[in-house]
């Protein structure tokens, strides 16, 4: 499995940012996709998650209502869009299948890093 996240970037806070995560060697449509944070010095944690049909989302508290995930199942890749970002945000970003909050696939990808400056 392959888990290629890319988008990150260096913005200021309450810039928008868009990420995208191509995945292969998965039967993609089956799984539940999320997007995963790890902050500095800190766990990683799921912030966003998208059933496998697309249909439905969730997200943490920390960024409900600024993040939006999506997917397109014919091109095995899930989105992230991030708005009104905050220098909080600032971490690296992960995409794996998702299985109750928890990423499915080992090794993880690379990630890709945002920091927002305030």
């Known amino acids: 499995v392959q888990l290629q996240a890319s988008g990150g970037g260096l913005v200021q806070a309450g810039e928008s940012l868009r990420f995208s995560c191509a995945a292969s060697?998965?039967?993609?449509?089956?799984?539940?996709m999320g997007w995963y944070r790890q902050a500095p010095g800190k766990q990683r944690e799921l912030v966003a998650s998208?059933?496998?049909?697309?249909?439905?989302?969730n997200y943490a508290d920390s960024v409900k209502d600024r993040f939006t995930i999506n997917r397109d199942n014919l091109k095995n890749t899930v989105y992230l869009s991030m708005d009104s970002l905050k220098p909080e945000d600032t971490g690296v970003y992960y995409c794996n299948a998702d299985r109750r909050g928890v990423g499915i696939f080992d090794p993880w990808g690379q990630g890709t890093q945002v920091t927002v400056s305030s």
């Open positions: 998208v059933s496998n049909n697309g249909r439905s989302s």
């Open positions: 060697g998965m039967p993609f449509s089956f799984y539940d």
